[in-house]
């Protein structure tokens, strides 16, 4: 039982250079998450899928896309990346919305 | 006025000191209550989870909520260098409230001296 799995772990991209990050659970979670972490800003929620099929927007989804692509797996796309988007990436889920949530163990990326 | 506020520390105690860590909050529809841990270059874990007021033990650990004062705490008996992380209070309104997702605060950075 690995809980969330996150890739990759690091990445460095050039300004402008698009890549997907991705994550999974094997907790049979409905909802996953999205969030960043950056200093002295805490986590902050970058998108959201309640359950199978449905995407939302969180407090700093600018410049991300998601895909849930089926219950386990759950993407997040950055199409044009800047320097702005350097930040830690943590993947969460939930059994519901509701419920404490669950995360993996992050992907340090940096834009240059 | 920020939906959380939670200290960021750093906190310095010795080796078998009781911690105490808190966050307080604004929005009343708040009902569920949880404490991660965080060690460096980690992703949160969950530590505690509570629902309402009260207290709720698990071993060293025990989380307190005073939903009267918007206030709760989780105190460290005992502590261990091991317990040196990041400290992140969380909470949601639940599926009686409009904000159901986690809103967490930005954490408390606590060491433990040997």
């Known amino acids: 039982n690995a809980g969330v799995t996150q890739t990759p772990k690091f990445q460095v991209l050039k300004t402008g250079q698009s890549m997907t990050l991705q994550c999974a659970q094997d907790m049979n979670h409905n909802s996953m998450y999205w969030y960043r972490q950056d200093p002295g800003m805490g986590l902050r929620l970058i998108y959201y899928s309640a359950s199978e099929g449905t995407t939302d927007k969180g407090e700093v989804p600018n410049g991300y896309n998601v895909s849930r692509l089926n219950k386990r797996e759950f993407s997040l796309r950055l199409e044009s990346a800047a320097p702005s988007q350097t930040s830690v990436y943590f993947c969460?889920?939930?059994?519901?919305?509701?419920?404490?949530?669950?995360f993996g163990p992050g992907t340090r990326l940096t834009v240059l | 006025q920020k939906e959380v506020e939670q200290d960021p520390g750093p906190l310095s105690v010795p080796e078998g000191a009781i911690v105490s860590l808190n966050c307080t909050y604004s929005?009343?529809?708040?009902?569920?209550f949880m404490w991660y841990r965080q060690y460096s270059r980690k992703g949160p874990e969950l530590l505690m989870y509570t629902y309402s007021s009260g207290n709720k033990e698990d071993g060293r650990f025990t989380a307190q909520v005073d939903k009267s004062s918007k206030y709760i705490s989780l105190f460290i008996r005992d502590s261990q260098p091991s317990d040196s992380a990041t400290y992140l209070c969380a909470m949601s309104a639940g599926s009686g409230g409009s904000n159901y997702k986690l809103t967490f605060g930005k954490g408390t950075l606590l060491t433990v001296n040997p």
């Open positions: 929005n009343s529809a708040f009902q569920y």
């Open positions: 969460a889920s939930s059994w519901t919305e509701y419920n404490e949530q669950f």
